[in-house]
């Protein structure tokens, strides 16, 4: 192969999808105040009501501009976002994707939670765009995780008696820092089948996954109803974190775009295996 020819195409999968990275930056852009949500309204945190209504309006324009069909699950003090997209095949297991789009006051909180709410939706996006899907998904986005895992917690005791086979609930939080470029992805107290997931497509690709046990985002709801669930995020535990995260500096200045989309199609070849 001659250097001097033209690139010759991506290959298929994640790598084809070039537009996770602009696509992720409006998506925190537009969360945390930096630009215009909707015409006329910029929104400053997302801790009031009238924000979150806000941010669930975009979301679900968002979805319907994919052609998913956005619901509201409403639980009496806040309401959470859900849409499916089905298997392109028979007999597949169903997944979760999630992330938490409330934010703390006084905060932008672009980096808790508008990166994780990115990876979600440009997941959304990706696999719709996919011809062969071998999991039926939820992508959902739970409010008042910052309340005490709210959402999250009426949503997964919803599943547990709707949908008890859920196989695996996917949650990210904080995915906007790798100050010491070692690429590593923490994962929060996974269950047995989704830490060997994750740790071999890590050993494929090249990511370095790292275990750890943590409780406090929603992925602990869905533990707590007995599903097999995951907390995905930068090092949280281990310390290579956002230091901004719940102060008024954790702006869209402050997020490493690039470390996001590197963990979003490192996701996105996890949550594409059969489950
Ligand atoms: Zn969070």
Redesign the pocket.
């Given at each position: 192969m001659d250097a001097a020819q033209p690139d010759a195409g991506c290959a298929g999968g994640v790598e084809c999808a070039t537009w996770i990275e602009d696509y992720q930056r409006e998506i925190v852009s537009k969360l945390s105040g930096e630009s215009a949500i909707a015409e006329q309204l910029t929104i400053d945190s997302r801790f009031t009501l009238a924000e979150r209504n806000a941010v669930r309006d975009y979301l679900s324009a968002e979805l319907a501009r994919y052609g998913l069909e956005p619901v509201r699950h409403s639980y009496g003090t806040g309401t959470n976002i859900i849409a499916r997209l089905p298997a392109t095949r028979d007999g597949a297991s169903l997944i979760l994707l999630g992330s938490?789009f409330d934010g703390i006051d006084n905060s932008p909180a672009a980096g808790?939670?508008a990166t994780g709410v990115a990876l979600v939706l440009a997941a959304a996006r990706y696999f719709q765009e996919q011809e062969q899907r071998d999991n039926d998904m939820i992508f959902a986005f739970f409010d008042e995780?910052e309340r005490g895992l709210l959402g999250s917690s009426a949503y997964a005791a919803k599943l547990r008696s709707e949908e008890p086979d859920l196989a695996a609930a996917h949650i990210f939080?904080?995915v906007s820092w790798d100050v010491d470029g070692d690429g590593a992805v923490e994962i929060w107290s996974p269950s047995p089948e989704l830490e060997s997931l994750y740790r071999g497509v890590g050993d494929e690709l090249g990511v370095p996954v790292q275990p750890v046990d943590f409780d406090s985002?929603d992925h602990a709801a869905f533990i707590g109803n007995g599903f097999s669930s995951v907390g995905v995020s930068e090092e949280f535990v281990a310390g290579d974190f956002n230091p901004n995260y719940h102060t008024p500096q954790d702006s869209y200045a402050n997020i490493d775009f690039d470390y996001l989309a590197y963990v979003s199609r490192f996701v996105f070849q996890v949550t594409a295996r059969a489950q």
């Amino acid at each position: 192969m001659d250097a001097a020819q033209p690139d010759a195409g991506c290959a298929g999968g994640v790598e084809c999808a070039t537009w996770i990275e602009d696509y992720q930056r409006e998506i925190v852009s537009k969360l945390s105040g930096e630009s215009a949500i909707a015409e006329q309204l910029t929104i400053d945190s997302r801790f009031t009501l009238a924000e979150r209504n806000a941010v669930r309006d975009y979301l679900s324009a968002e979805l319907a501009r994919y052609g998913l069909e956005p619901v509201r699950h409403s639980y009496g003090t806040g309401t959470n976002i859900i849409a499916r997209l089905p298997a392109t095949r028979d007999g597949a297991s169903l997944i979760l994707l999630g992330s938490h789009f409330d934010g703390i006051d006084n905060s932008p909180a672009a980096g808790d939670n508008a990166t994780g709410v990115a990876l979600v939706l440009a997941a959304a996006r990706y696999f719709q765009e996919q011809e062969q899907r071998d999991n039926d998904m939820i992508f959902a986005f739970f409010d008042e995780e910052e309340r005490g895992l709210l959402g999250s917690s009426a949503y997964a005791a919803k599943l547990r008696s709707e949908e008890p086979d859920l196989a695996a609930a996917h949650i990210f939080d904080l995915v906007s820092w790798d100050v010491d470029g070692d690429g590593a992805v923490e994962i929060w107290s996974p269950s047995p089948e989704l830490e060997s997931l994750y740790r071999g497509v890590g050993d494929e690709l090249g990511v370095p996954v790292q275990p750890v046990d943590f409780d406090s985002s929603d992925h602990a709801a869905f533990i707590g109803n007995g599903f097999s669930s995951v907390g995905v995020s930068e090092e949280f535990v281990a310390g290579d974190f956002n230091p901004n995260y719940h102060t008024p500096q954790d702006s869209y200045a402050n997020i490493d775009f690039d470390y996001l989309a590197y963990v979003s199609r490192f996701v996105f070849q996890v949550t594409a295996r059969a489950q």
